[in-house]
C-alpha cells in the first residue's frame, strides 16, 4: 500500500502552522491536535514555524530538520516561492509524503515552480498530494489537513459550516477544493459516513489513477466518488478503474461537459476538458458509473454504500399512493429499465392475497402494485415476499408514504424483515420534507435500505444499481462479488440489529 | 367568480361526520371547527349524521333538510351509495357546491353511480368536487377538507404527518390525492406557502378547466401548480390555459410519460394517458412549464412565487467555488441556455475592480466570474452591481458558498440590496445539508432570493424563469407582466424587511 503514509502517518510536521486561528497552517495543525487529544489520530505532530516559539501550548519548531523524531509527512502552508526550501528539508529530514496546501503553482500559469517541487520531490522519492489542495481527511486515522473551520461563528454562536462525516465506507476523491467541502457538508448533514477524503488539486504527482487503486485495497472504503473536470493519465485512468470497478464500485462526476463548461473548467482548474461522448464511451466500459449531476452523485454514493447490485433491469413497484407509482414506472423506464406486467405465477399468489382479505379487493396488482390508501404494514410485507421470491424480478421500489392514515407509526420496522429476506436491492421512497417523512427515511436508512425522497430519485439510484449489476454480470464476477457484499451487508445489518 | 362557495362558503354541512377520531368524516369536521375557533374560518360548520347527537360538542343533524341556516357547501364522506340521497337532499337544502371525498365510484368501474350523482347536480345547479378525492385546503378561508390528521402518534408523542402549509402564492391542482398529500407535505417542510389545493379526483363535474380559468383571477394564488395522469377536456384546456399563462405561470407534472408509466396510470385513475409528444407540444404551445420530475416541480413553483421572468436565454454565474461554476455553466447550456463569454464592456469594469484591489488579481472573469476562496460580501455585491446593470444578461446564478474561509457570517445580508436593486432574477445556491448551509439558503429565501441545494438545480429553475420569460415576449405580454410581477415582488420585499 504505496501511499498509506499519506493516510496513517506516524509522524507528521506542519510546515507552516500558525498562531493566528483562522489561518490554514493554524486550522490544520489544531486538526491533528485535537483528534490527538480525542484518541483518534494515534501519531505524532509537530508544528513548523521560524517565528513561533509555541503554537497552542506545543513548542514549536523551526525547521524539520531540528526534529529528532522521524517524520513520515508533512502537510505545508507556506507562501509558493518558500515550498521548494521546506520541501527539499522535508526530504532530507525522511519524509516519505508531503500534502502541499499552498496555491500559486501551475494554477496561476507557474509551470516552472511545480517542475521544480516535482524533481525535489522524486530526488528524496517522496510523493507529493497537491499543490493548491485541501488535501486529507480520513475519518478512521484521524488525519485532517481540511483547512476549513468544522464551525463558524454566527452572532456568537458557533453553526456547523464544514463538518466531517462520520466514519463510513464512501471515499471521495476530487479535482476541487471547494466542492469537495460542498459534499463533506452534504454527507455530514445526511448521515452518510466517509472513509477517505481526498483533495489534489493540481495532482503534481499523486494522481487519480494512483489514488483508485490505492483505494481499491484500503479496506473501509466500498464505494469510490471522484469529481473530474479533467483526467490526467487517461489510459492509464481506464485501465485502472476497470479492475478496480470488478472489486469496488466508482461513481465519477465529470464535469465540463458542454462549450461552456469547458471553458470554466480551463479557467479554473486550466485543464482541458476532452470530449464528452469519449469519456462517455471510456466510462461505460470501465464500469465506472457516470452521475448526471450533484444529487445523482450523492444519491448513488448511498445507495452503492448499502445495497446489493440488481442482476437484470426487471423493476416492480409497490406503493400505497397511485401517482408515485406512474411517477416511478416513468422514471425506470425512461432510464432504460422495465417495469413488466408480472407473470401468472405472481398475480396468481397477489390474487390470493386479495381472496384471503390480506390485500383490499380494489388493489392494483399488475405491476405496480399498488395498496391503495387502505395500506398496511402487513399488505406492504406479503407483496414484498411474493415480489421477492420471484426471479422474474431483480430490484424492488417500494413507496409505503406515511400519510396514509391505516399505516400505523411503527410500519417501517414491521416490513424491514421481510425486504431483508427478499435477498434483492429494495430502495424506499417516502415524499415530505416535515418531520415524519424525514423521520420514516431516517429509519429505512438506519436498516440498511437507502430511502429517498422523491419517487425519480429512487427510481434512479436503483438504476444505478442496474447498471453497476449488469456490468458485473457482464465481466463474470457478479456472483463473487455479491458473496462479498452480501457478507459485509449482513455484518452491518445484524449492527443495526443491536443499535435500534 | 364561479365557484367561490367552494373556498369561501358562509355556511358548510360536513355529510357523514363522525365520531371516531381517525375517521375521514371526523377528521374534516374537526378542521373545520379548529380553524373556526382560531379565528380563520368565517363560516358556520355543521356536522351531519343520524346516529349522533353531538360531535365534539357541536348538536348533531340527521340531514341537511334540517338546518334552518342557509348552506353554501357539503362536504360528503359516507359511503358510494348513500351519495345520491345525501347530494339530493343538499339540492334541496339549496347547496351550491358539493366535495364528494367517498370513492367507489368510476375509478373502480361504477360510472353509472357517477353519472347518477352528475344528473342530481345538475338539477338543482350544483357544482361537485370529486368524488374520490381529497378535496379542498384553502390557507386563507381556512376551509380543510383534508381527511388526513396533520399529526401522527409515535411512540406517545405527535408527528408532523400531514402538515398544511402556511399561506402563500402557489396553488396545487392535482388529480392524485396521495400525491397531493406529499407536495404539502414538502411545502410545508420547506418553508413554501400555499394559496388553494384541491384535490378533484375523478373529477365528475369541476375539472382543470374551471380549475385553471377559477385561480386565473384569484387574488391569492401567483403560481398554478397542476398534477396530471390525463386531461379531461384537452382542447379547452390549452385554450384557457394559452390565456392564463399570459397573466401567470401554469407548471405541469404530466405524468404516464412511457408505456409502463400509462399502464400505471390507467389502472390508477383510469384514464388514458395520450401521447407525451403531443402533450410536450401542447405545453409548450400553450406557455405551460413542463416540470421533468416531483424536484423540479417544487423548485419551480419557488421561483416562479418568488422571482422575475427572465427576457432572454443568457446567463451570468458568479461563484467563490470553480468547480460549482462549472457545473452551473454545464447545467444551463444543456438546458438550452447560454454562458457567454462578457463583452469588453463588462470585462473592463470587472478589470477594474481587480486593479482597484476589490476583486483578487487572479479572480476569473470571463463569465463565470470566480472570487476564489479568498471571496468577500464586496466582490459578490460590486460584481452583481456590474453584471446586473449589463444588458447582454438576462439573469445570474450565484454560488456564495459558505466554507470560504473569508466570508463573514452576514454575507447573505450585505449583498441583498445590491441583489434586489440589479434588476434581473436572481438564484442563489449553497451546497450542504449542515447547519450553515441550511441557514444561508433559508436567509436568502426570506429575502426573496429563491436558493438551491445543488448547481443542477438553481440553473434548472434559472431555465424555468427563461423558458417563461421567452413565452411572455413572443406572446407580446412581457412588459405588462413584469411591471405587476414588480410590483408584487416590492411589496413582499418591503415586508420582509420589517419582519427580519
Known amino acids: 500500500m504505496t501511499l498509506n503514509f499519506f493516510f496513517n502517518p506516524k509522524g507528521v510536521a506542519v510546515i507552516g502552522a500558525s498562531r493566528e486561528r483562522r489561518k490554514p497552517g493554524h486550522v490544520i495543525f489544531r486538526n491533528f491536535l485535537e483528534n490527538l487529544i480525542a484518541g483518534q489520530f ?7 514555524n521560524p517565528k513561533a516559539e509555541r503554537i497552542l501550548g506545543m513548542p514549536c519548531y523551526s525547521s524539520v530538520l531540528e526534529l529528532r523524531d522521524q517524520i513520515d509527512l508533512v502537510v505545508i502552508a507556506v507562501p509558493a516561492p518558500i515550498v521548494p526550501k521546506v520541501l527539499e528539508e522535508s526530504g532530507k529530514a525522511g519524509a516519505k509524503g508531503a500534502i502541499i496546501i499552498s496555491s500559486g503553482f501551475s494554477e496561476v500559469g507557474n509551470i516552472e515552480l511545480e517542475h521544480k517541487i516535482v524533481n525535489i520531490a522524486h530526488k528524496y522519492g517522496m510523493r507529493i498530494i497537491g499543490p493548491n489542495c485541501v488535501g486529507i481527511y480520513d475519518a478512521y486515522s484521524g488525519v485532517d489537513t481540511i483547512f476549513l473551520e468544522v464551525s463558524k461563528m454566527v452572532e ?7 463538518p466531517r462525516p462520520k466514519p463510513g465506507k464512501i471515499a471521495l476523491i476530487t479535482q476541487s477544493g471547494a466542492f469537495g467541502a460542498t459534499i463533506l457538508d452534504y454527507m455530514a448533514g445526511s448521515g452518510l459516513g466517509i472513509s477517505k477524503f481526498i483533495s489534489h488539486g493540481n495532482r503534481c504527482d499523486v494522481d487519480e489513477v494512483d489514488l483508485i487503486r490505492y483505494l481499491a485495497e484500503d479496506e473501509h472504503t466500498e464505494v469510490i466518488l471522484i469529481y473530474l473536470e479533467s483526467i490526467r493519465r487517461g489510459r492509464e485512468f481506464f ?11 466508482i461513481v465519477a462526476l465529470k464535469v465540463g461537459r458542454t462549450s461552456a463548461g469547458a471553458r470554466a473548467a480551463a479557467s479554473h482548474t486550466g485543464a482541458l476538458a476532452g ?48 401517482g408515485l407509482g406512474v411517477m416511478a414506472a416513468d422514471a425506470i423506464e425512461r432510464l432504460g ?19 384471503t382479505g390480506i390485500l383490499p379487493e380494489f388493489a392494483a396488482i399488475g405491476n405496480p402494485i399498488d395498496v391503495t390508501g387502505v395500506a398496511t404494514a402487513e399488505m406492504f410485507a406479503k407483496s414484498i415476499e411474493i415480489v421477492g421470491q420471484a426471479d422474474e424480478i431483480d430490484g424492488i421500489l417500494l413507496f409505503p408514504l406515511h400519510h396514509i392514515p391505516t399505516l400505523e407509526a411503527d410500519y417501517v420496522e414491521r416490513i424491514v424483515e421481510t425486504i431483508r429476506k427478499c435477498g434483492k436491492p429494495v430502495i424506499a421512497c417516502d415524499v415530505g420534507e416535515a418531520e415524519m417523512a424525514k423521520m420514516v427515511r431516517t429509519k429505512f436508512d438506519k436498516f440498511g435500505i437507502p430511502a429517498y425522497p422523491t419517487p425519480e430519485r429512487a427510481a434512479r439510484s436503483m438504476m444505478g444499481l442496474v447498471r453497476y449489476g449488469i456490468y458485473l454480470v457482464k465481466t463474470g464476477v457478479y456472483e463473487k462479488y455479491l458473496e462479498r457484499k452480501c457478507q459485509l451487508l449482513f455484518q452491518k445489518w445484524n449492527f443495526t440489529y443491536s443499535k435500534s
Not at 456568537?156 to 464544514?162: D, E, I, R, Y
Not at 452521475?291 to 406503493?319: C, H, S, Y
Open 156 to 162: 456568537g454562536a458557533p453553526v456547523l459550516a464544514t
Open 42 to 48: 494515534k501519531g505524532e505532530v509537530y508544528p513548523i
Open 337 to 355: 429499465g422495465t417495469i413488466e406486467k408480472f407473470s401468472e405465477t405472481i398475480l396468481e399468489k397477489l390474487d390470493k392475497l386479495k381472496k
Open 239 to 249: 485501465e485502472v478503474a476497470r479492475e478496480v470497478t470488478k472489486i469496488k464500485p
Open 275 to 322: 470530449s464528452d461522448e469519449i469519456f462517455d464511451a471510456a466510462f461505460r466500459q470501465s464500469g465506472i458509473i457516470r452521475a448526471e449531476d450533484t444529487e445523482e452523485f450523492m444519491d448513488l454514493a448511498k445507495v452503492f454504500a448499502n445495497q446489493l447490485p440488481a442482476k437484470g433491469k426487471r423493476i416492480a413497484i409497490i406503493t400505497d399512493g397511485g
